[in-house]
């Protein structure tokens, strides 16, 4: 045997062990998420309901057409998209100018960002709770602050027409800041503070230091945070389910508890899978930006 | 970093922020506590206070008299530690190969850890719905363990990911040197560093699953299956109606277990964690 070949068998010795190393987790993977996607966006095509005895048909794109005329589906893609852009943004700010104190040497950081940790660790169905209590119309704190204020009498926030979807929007900031925060300030302390110092001797003031300095040094951070905020907003469910289950009249309905009503409560397998797909291309947009984000950083780092 | 000095007028504006922002954070908690402690009798007051005039622990009795708190705390912690340690005991290796070299399928296996982010679960649990269902584990916790595996997967390898890239290589290389085998040099090197963070990663993957949500309500059909956080929504009852103080008190405890664990893995998160999702 020559040493090139001895190298070669060698090579795909170890490949072989790479491979028994991979299996383990690559066999649930495989059953338990790439393949229920798949089968999830074939079971759009059909007309799959629970409960029904006769086989299940493809119904080629039956589903979307459907799909297309619902307005009901519609209305909820439409708030879907207003309470995800509704909390990232200031989810965003929020969190920038948290992330820009927390860097500062200031005397409570240590409590905010043990603070900081309540609303991540949380179970989103506690924090739902939470809120209700903090909005309830006659026993909670908020109505009563107002009261105090002398700005009104209260009122039911969260099954106002009007103020449901505020009101939900404001307990997803709360909920999401954090890891946002974190994310900030995990790449502001990458930023080389020399160049601070030598933009504060430029004479350069707080603005043009943020926008010179910091601001170039956390975009591809903040590129990335915000696309997968967009994407885990666009796609969540148990903080709304919990505060209004959709209500009052559908204002808070986001897409994911339309298509778990349809899917879990009407049995409407295949028709709830099509509302998937398309919340699916929704979110490969945003998905794009994210990684646009990540290669940057990456390039960066 | 070493910021630039702030003038007098600049620190005290930055520390009128900061105290917006603690009040903001910690208000709806320190809400949640006081309704907990607070008696039947002040709860229905029309002009709540801040702080139990009359603390009580009445609430939580009430709380564990109406809901099977107990054992639907026991269901979340035997699902929840069970896919912790399934996920680590898994992703460890896959882990290490990705770190440790780049073929097609490292790069394939990130590329899906990116994609699953975006995951809309509805599109997954229908068709996961129906094969648990003709494999007889709809209403097991089995069947729950292994949705939360695979959903906890992507994260635990990125930490992971992360965690053997700083196991510097030239030791595994000394050692090997020194005529340990593979095997040897995996478990007598490696294994003790990475360590803190197969520990740190199960933690994490504990806590994502003790609060998970939406698979454990479609999963789980009857009570006695059922996971705290399920349980808890049966205190919100029809049309929003709710016993507030025993609400509550079994939502504040429900909390408890993550924020111990999260205090403890806080920062070994924030590093790991964070860092692998927005930058490689």
């Known amino acids: 045997?020559?040493?090139?070949?001895?190298?070669?068998?060698?090579?795909?010795?170890?490949?072989?062990?790479?491979?028994?190393?991979?299996?383990?987790?690559?066999?649930?993977?495989?059953?338990?998420?790439?393949?229920?996607?798949?089968?999830?966006?074939?079971?759009?095509?059909?007309?799959?309901?629970?409960?029904r005895t006769e086989p299940t048909q493809w119904v080629g794109t039956l589903n979307f057409q459907d799909l297309l005329h619902d307005t009901l589906f519609w209305d909820s893609f439409r708030i879907g998209l207003l309470w995800a852009v509704g909390v990232t943004v200031p989810q965003f700010l929020l969190a920038l100018g948290l992330a820009l104190l927390l860097d500062q040497r200031l005397?409570?950081?240590?409590?905010?960002?043990?603070?900081?940790?309540?609303?991540?660790?949380?179970?989103?169905?506690?924090?739902?709770?939470?809120?209700?209590?903090?909005?309830?119309?006659?026993?909670?704190?908020?109505?009563?602050?107002?009261?105090?204020?002398?700005?009104?009498?209260?009122?039911?926030?969260?099954?106002?027409?009007?103020?449901?979807?505020?009101?939900?929007?404001?307990?997803?900031?709360?909920?999401?800041?954090p890891q946002t925060t974190v994310a900030l300030l995990a790449g502001l302390q990458n930023t080389p503070g020399e160049l601070h110092e030598a933009a504060a001797l430029d004479g350069a003031g707080a603005w043009r230091r943020f926008r010179t300095v910091t601001?170039?040094?956390?975009?591809?951070?903040?590129?990335?945070?915000?696309?997968?905020?967009?994407?885990?907003?666009?796609n969540s469910f148990a903080l709304v389910y919990v505060l209004t289950s959709g209500g009052p009249g559908g204002r808070t309905r986001l897409p994911m508890l339309f298509a778990y009503e349809e899917a879990f409560r009407y049995g409407q397998f295949g028709y709830a899978a099509a509302m998937g797909c398309v919340m699916v291309a929704v979110v490969s947009v945003m998905l794009a930006f994210y990684l646009v984000g990540r290669l940057r950083g990456g390039d960066d780092a | 970093m070493t910021a630039p000095r702030t003038g007098r007028a600049g620190r005290a504006a930055q520390y009128a922020a900061l105290l917006c922002y603690l009040v903001f954070l910690a208000f709806p908690f320190v809400w949640l506590v006081s309704i907990a402690f607070k008696p039947a009798a002040e709860l229905g007051s029309l002009h709540p206070t801040w702080i139990p005039e009359d603390p009580t622990l009445a609430n939580f009795r009430q709380a564990?008299?109406?809901?099977?708190l107990l054992r639907a705390a026991g269901n979340s912690l035997l699902a929840a530690a069970s896919a912790a340690l399934v996920a680590v005991v898994v992703a460890t290796p896959m882990a290490y190969v990705m770190a440790r070299r780049r073929s097609?399928?490292?790069?394939?296996?990130?590329?899906?850890?990116?994609v699953s982010q975006a995951f809309p679960f509805v599109l997954v649990i229908i068709p996961l719905f129906l094969v648990l269902k003709n494999l007889h584990l709809i209403n097991t916790l089995a069947g729950l363990?292994?949705?939360?595996?695979?959903?906890?997967?992507?994260?635990?390898?990125?930490?992971?990911?992360?965690?053997?890239?700083?196991?510097?290589?030239?030791?595994?290389?000394?050692?090997?040197?020194?005529?340990?085998?593979?095997?040897?040099?995996?478990?007598?090197?490696?294994?003790?560093?990475?360590?803190?963070?197969?520990?740190?990663?199960?933690?994490?993957?504990?806590?994502?699953?003790?609060?998970?949500?939406?698979?454990a309500l479609v999963l789980l059909k009857t009570a006695e299956k059922q996971t705290l956080p399920v349980v808890l929504t049966h205190f919100l009852g029809a049309e929003g109606a709710a016993d507030l103080g025993p609400l509550a008190a079994a939502a504040f405890l429900a909390t408890l277990p993550s924020l111990l664990v999260f205090a403890v893995i806080q920062k070994r998160i924030t590093g790991g964690m964070l860092a692998g999702a927005v930058k490689n």
């Open chain 1, 215 to 234: 601001w170039p040094a956390i975009r591809p951070v903040a590129l990335a945070i915000t696309a997968l905020n967009f994407i885990w907003n666009f």
């Open chain 2, 104 to 114: 097609a399928l490292t790069t394939a296996a990130t590329g899906w850890v990116i």
């Open chain 1, 107 to 177: 005397r409570l950081r240590w409590l905010a960002r043990a603070l900081a940790i309540i609303p991540w660790a949380m179970p989103e169905v506690v924090v739902g709770i939470m809120w209700r209590l903090v909005y309830n119309p006659d026993a909670g704190i908020l109505n009563e602050t107002l009261r105090d204020l002398g700005l009104g009498d209260g009122r039911d926030w969260l099954t106002g027409l009007a103020t449901a979807l505020p009101a939900v929007i404001l307990v997803g900031v709360w909920a999401g800041m």
């Open chain 2, 145 to 215: 363990v292994a949705v939360y595996v695979t959903w906890s997967l992507p994260f635990a390898l990125w930490m992971l990911v992360g965690y053997v890239r700083a196991v510097p290589r030239e030791l595994e290389e000394a050692a090997a040197v020194d005529g340990a085998g593979r095997v040897r040099v995996l478990v007598s090197v490696t294994a003790p560093l990475l360590a803190p963070g197969l520990v740190a990663t199960g933690l994490f993957a504990f806590i994502t699953a003790w609060n998970e949500f939406f698979f």
């Open chain 1, 1 to 51: 045997m020559t040493s090139s070949t001895a190298r070669a068998g060698a090579r795909r010795r170890t490949d072989h062990g790479a491979w028994f190393l991979v299996l383990p987790a690559l066999l649930p993977i495989l059953l338990l998420s790439v393949g229920p996607l798949l089968y999830g966006i074939a079971l759009a095509f059909t007309d799959s309901q629970a409960g």
């Open chain 2, 64 to 68: 564990f008299d109406e809901q099977p």
